[in-house]
């Protein structure tokens, strides 16, 4: 019993390291300020898609039906649908799935997690864990899943993971 515990306790500790040093792979910028910041463990559940979007930017969950579904219910139990309209194609808000986005670099999916996460200037606030309490918000996981729901909705194809994509967003 007790190797088990020490067993499931290494395991825990190997993977939210392994989420810490993924961290360092990218570099996550306010959309308010254009500061760096990094997620707080709390806000960090040690998935694989935490680690290769902290690791690379991408998205995993970008194309798996069953993430996209979960991140839909996310996006109304956040009531994302207020202000962005309840396909994220906007209302009082900006629409999110582009052609045009109001903050250029949410066409990566790196950059629109940075917007959501921190909030912006323009009246959204952060929805980030952590950000406006200290013990709620969304965790990264959640985000990415409602990031890869709101890639759904568009009909250009946009899927915020292509290396170049903003170059051919800026193209067209």
Known sequence: ??????????????????????????????????????????????????????????????????????????????????CHGPTAKGQVGPGLVGPTFKYPKDITNQGMFETIWYGTNGGMGGKGFGVMAPDDGLTADELLKIIAWVRTQGSQGVTGNEDDQMKKFLKN
């Not at 463990?41 to 694989?48: A, D, F, I, R």
């Open 1 to 82: 019993m007790l190797n088990k515990k020490v067993i499931m306790s290494s395991l825990l500790i190997a993977l939210f390291s392994m989420a810490g040093i993924a961290n360092a792979g990218i570099k996550l910028i306010k959309t308010t300020d254009g500061t760096e910041f990094t997620i707080p463990s709390s806000g960090l559940k040690g998935t694989p898609a935490e680690a290769e979007f902290l690791k690379t930017g991408k998205n995993i969950y970008v194309g798996d039906a069953e993430a996209e579904k979960r991140g839909g219910k996310r996006f109304g139990f956040w009531s994302c649908t207020q």
